[in-house]
């Protein structure tokens, strides 16, 4: 008996495609929303402020995919020169429970979250939507940005970071990957007022610093609040026509943890809506947004994919049990 281990660099050489990881939440999705899929809310631990360690099972039986993922989220990582996520995911046999894959995280963790927003924006976004304002150029900033990019007609991208570097990094390499125009602006505002989509990447604080302002977001624009509601103002909340999530009870959940104090109640999650139980966008005007928390589901959509991948190519490192 024995399990096969995938180091960052052995997932990372997958390089699994985003348009197939985008399908394989589609899938898994469309399986939530007919109650098919097991996935208790994430327990947690808390070792630092706005820190977490998260417990994320999920069973999804249309993807014959049964796992955990087990995941850090360090805000104050970036100032250590470490990852801000990092963590490990381990994939089980749904006939008899053994182990058969563990895998470092940091890659699905980045790429699912990523097109959680692109798989939302398809229901929630205008088709036409060509410009796309980033707030916060990290990891999640660039994933986010690639499905977008493979859904929409993206030609211009407004960027913005609190660290200039990272700003310019930003600019440079994702201008050069995607081959559409980057503008790196000043001021947040800059990259909300004339966007189609606006993405939110930044640190996620239990006490938001709600910079989007009322009336900054068009008509017709979707958002997606990667870091919770970390950067909108009630206010602006407050206008939009449709906010979905990923999960009620999760949302819930963060709700009763004091996330969310000024959001208001979701009107769907996204199974209900990739099911057809609940409808997306309706009109040209509406003002969307989605705020997926991150599903263990969406990483059990993509690990057993990786996994068959790695195995066909000969990557990674058998261990025993
Ligand atoms: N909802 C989900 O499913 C999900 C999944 C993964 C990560 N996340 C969250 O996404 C966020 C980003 O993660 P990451 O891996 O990209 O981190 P990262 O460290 O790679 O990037 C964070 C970036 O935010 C910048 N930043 C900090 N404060 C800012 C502000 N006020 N405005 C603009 N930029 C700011 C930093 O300079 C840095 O460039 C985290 O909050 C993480 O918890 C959410």
Same mark, same amino acid.
């Given at each position: 008996m024995d399990l096969l281990y995938l180091s960052r660099a052995d997932v990372d050489s997958v390089a699994l495609d985003m348009p197939t990881i985008i399908r394989l939440l589609e899938t898994a999705f469309g399986e939530k929303g007919e109650g098919r899929v097991e996935m208790p809310p994430k327990p947690g631990i808390h070792t630092?402020?706005? $820190?977490?360690?998260?417990?994320m099972p999920a069973y999804i039986p249309a993807l014959r995919s049964a796992g955990i993922k087990w995941v850090g989220?360090?805000?104050?990582?970036?100032?250590?020169?470490?990852?801000?996520?990092?963590?490990?995911?381990?994939?089980?046999?749904?006939?008899?429970?053994?182990?058969? $894959?563990?895998?470092?995280? =940091?890659?699905?963790?980045?790429h699912r979250t990523g097109a959680a927003t692109a798989l939302s924006a398809r229901y929630l976004a205008r088709p036409d939507s060509q410009v796309v304002g980033i707030l916060a150029c990290g990891v999640q900033g660039r994933t986010n940005?690639? $499905?977008?990019?493979?859904?929409? @007609?993206?030609?211009?991208?407004?960027?913005?970071?609190?660290?200039?570097?990272a700003q310019q990094k930003y600019v440079a390499e994702m201008a050069l990957q995607l081959g559409i125009e980057i503008i790196?602006?000043?001021e947040p505002r800059q990259a909300v007022v004339e966007?189609?989509?606006v993405v939110t990447s930044g640190p996620i604080l239990q006490h938001p610093h709600a910079t989007i302002q009322k009336g900054w977001l068009p008509p017709g624009a979707f958002a997606s609040a990667v870091d919770f509601d970390s950067y909108w103002h009630p206010a602006a909340l407050a206008q939009f026509d449709k906010v979905a999530t990923d999960d009620h009870d999760q949302f819930s959940h963060y709700r009763r943890l004091g996330y969310f104090q000024? =959001?208001?109640?979701p009107y769907a999650d996204l199974g209900e809506i990739v099911a057809?139980?609940?409808?997306?966008?309706?009109?040209?005007?509406?003002? =969307?947004?989605?705020?997926?928390?991150?599903?263990?589901?969406?990483?059990? $959509?993509?690990? @057993?994919?990786?996994?068959r991948r790695a195995?066909?190519?000969?990557?990674?490192t058998r261990l025993p049990l």
């Open positions: 630092q402020p706005d $820190a977490f360690l998260h417990a989220g360090y805000p104050g990582n970036q100032r250590l020169g470490l990852p801000y996520i990092s963590g490990l995911l381990v994939l089980n046999d749904a006939e008899t429970g053994l182990p058969y $894959a563990v895998m470092d995280c =940091t890659w699905i963790t980045a940005l690639q $499905a977008l990019a493979t859904v929409f @007609p993206v030609k211009r991208v407004y960027a913005y970071d609190v660290v200039a570097e790196g602006v000043d966007s189609d989509v000024g =959001t208001p109640n057809g139980h609940k409808l997306g966008r309706e009109r040209a005007d509406e003002r =969307t947004m989605a705020m997926n928390l991150g599903l263990a589901m969406d990483d059990m $959509a993509v690990a @057993p994919e990786i996994y195995v066909e190519r000969g990557v990674g």
